[in-house]
């Protein structure tokens, strides 16, 4: 079988695995389709990790990713969920007869039982083991897709946001959705607005209730708000029932309507 080897180093090696996101700058994942067999080779530690599975979704999936530097990229899913089997340069090299020092990109062929002798569960030992703590931000994601089509053109997770949406552009209230904010934490909101002043407002819906990722989730952006002073209109399942009231007595506690 084909099986596909990207590339990182020590400090893109974290992003890959927490994100399930390898880039990059070649074109050559055209060739990556979905469910192919990928592993991860850091060039500077001279470690490979395995095994993850193409989803089949490639292209520029995150412009800010990997500084921007890898902008072809392919989502996987780690094959095995007991965590992420390192391996040496070496023992790949033995067994595919194919030098990692050749011209990249680096596509190696090996059969079903040699792949098992690297990576499988036998292979596994407590020190050759890698546990990655997943990134929220992409688990939410990846769970919840951009799938509600609004009037604006804005394509939103759930029918809760479609609404917040659907309002502002009613009431013709200029509106961003998945802004990446000017802090150093990376994160995206849900809307950004403009106050009478011309100054950010920013939206969060909290539309899931009892999912403790999501919670997680949640906590973290709240207290990222928290940390930088930033205004936040904060929505709840509850205000979607009587969004009209619960928009215009939060926009105009924030300035943004009189």
């Known amino acids: 079988m084909n099986i596909f080897i990207f590339l990182c180093n020590q400090r893109t090696e974290n992003e890959c695995m927490r994100k399930n996101l390898f880039g990059i ?3 050559w994942i055209n060739e990556v389709q979905a469910d192919a067999v990928c592993l991860l080779y850091n060039f500077q530690s001279q470690v490979v990790y395995g ?3 193409a989803t089949g979704a490639k292209g520029v999936l995150e412009e800010t990713a990997f500084d921007g530097l890898a902008p072809n990229q392919v989502r996987v899913n780690l094959v095995s969920e007991n965590g992420i089997v390192r391996v040496t340069k070496s023992e790949i090299e033995k067994l595919s007869g194919r030098s990692f020092s050749r011209p990249y990109p680096i596509k190696i062929e090996l059969e079903e039982k040699e792949l098992q002798e690297l990576f499988g569960d ?3 030992t407590a020190s050759n083991i890698v546990h990655v703590q997943p990134d929220l931000e992409e688990d ?3 769970r919840f897709p951009r799938e509600f089509h609004c009037d604006d053109g804005h394509d939103v997770r759930s029918q809760g946001e479609t609404m917040i949406d659907n309002w502002l552009f ?3 209230i200029c509106h961003g959705y998945e802004v990446l904010m000017d802090v150093p934490e990376r994160m995206y909101c849900d809307f950004v607005v403009s106050n009478v002043k011309r100054q950010p407002v920013y939206i969060e819906y909290w539309g899931l ?3 403790e990722k999501y919670l997680e989730r949640k906590e973290k952006k709240r207290g990222i708000y928290s940390r930088h002073k930033l205004p ?4 709840i399942p509850v205000d979607i029932k009587n969004l ?3 928009m215009r007595a939060k926009l105009k506690t924030a300035k943004v309507i009189n």
């Open 25 to 27: 700058r070649g074109s």
């Open 51 to 53: 095994i993850w599975r």
């Open 122 to 124: 036998g292979a596994k």
């Open 140 to 142: 939410f994601r990846q």
């Open 170 to 172: 009613k009431h013709n």
């Open 209 to 211: 209730e009892g999912d």
């Open 232 to 235: 936040l209109v904060e929505l």
């Open 244 to 246: 009209d009231f619960a």
